[in-house]
């Protein structure tokens, strides 16, 4: 069982608010990754990183923001919260194994509700 | 660009029978094929990977894949269903040569297992 972990599960907020959803891992791996999972359970990368102080937008356009200021946490940050940022949001990680096939770790998600 | 199909959203089988969930992918270079499977409320969980070698790929829980180079498939098989493998299965897809590490998600399948 990989030991990465989703704060909150679930999120009911009203619009414009200011959020962090937090993902920490215990496994020590450099990659980490946020994906956003919409109602039709499509999964799209919205931001990657491959070590402390890097940081990538992803294929999808997202309106957040991502820090990596420690290789165990990498947190989303939405500075106006609005509906169509409603969804779920999955963290994931991954060792760095210099050939890319080493598998993602998932934490459970948080579902995020913006009224 | 990398990209994976699974033509089918909903399959249904029947407790001990055989499944198939089907996977196409497309890809400029070698392709890395993994699977995951979500139940509810819950991340992915990682089952198989194809890098090289052997066709036939074995993973968690019974499962295994085919890789099919010349039609550029990947299903997933087991060969008795149990009810508790239902849940939403996804393909995925690295290709090194044309986008780093990044994996590229499916749209998922729904297993629907019958007692």
């Known amino acids: 069982e990989a030991d990465i972990y989703q704060t909150p599960r679930y999120l009911v907020i009203g619009t414009g608010k200011k959020i962090t959803l937090e993902c920490s891992q215990t496994m020590g791996h450099d990659k980490m990754y946020w994906y956003q999972q919409d109602p039709g359970m499509e999964l799209h990368l919205i931001h990657y990183?491959?070590?402390?102080?890097?940081?990538e937008k992803g294929d999808l356009s997202s309106e957040s923001t991502v820090s990596r200021i420690r290789t165990e946490h990498f947190p989303l940050t939405l500075e106006s919260a609005r509906p169509s940022h409603t969804s779920q949001y999955l963290c994931?990680?991954?060792?760095?194994?210099?050939?890319?096939?080493?598998?993602?770790?998932f934490g459970n998600g948080t579902r995020l509700t913006v009224t | 660009a990398q990209s994976v199909a699974q033509p089918e959203d909903q399959v249904n089988v029947a407790e001990g029978n055989p499944l198939t969930v089907k996977c196409t992918y497309s890809?400029?270079?070698?392709?890395?094929l993994f699977w995951y499977v979500q139940y509810p409320n819950r991340g992915l969980q990682f089952l198989l990977k194809?890098?090289?070698?052997?066709?036939l790929v074995k993973g968690s829980y019974g499962f295994e894949a085919e890789f099919n180079k010349s039609q550029t498939s990947f299903h997933l098989k087991k060969p008795s269903a149990l009810v508790s493998d239902s849940a939403l299965y996804f393909c995925?897809?690295?290709?090194?040569?044309?986008?780093?590490?990044?994996?590229?998600f499916g749209t998922g399948t729904r297993l629907a297992v019958r007692p």
């Open positions: 994931a990680s991954s060792e760095n194994t210099g050939t890319g096939i080493s598998p993602l770790h």
């Open positions: 995925a897809v690295r290709d090194l040569k044309s986008s780093g590490d990044k994996l590229t």
């Open positions: 990183s491959y070590g402390v102080n890097s940081t």
């Open positions: 890809v400029s270079g070698n392709p890395y």
């Open positions: 194809y890098i090289t070698g052997d066709n």
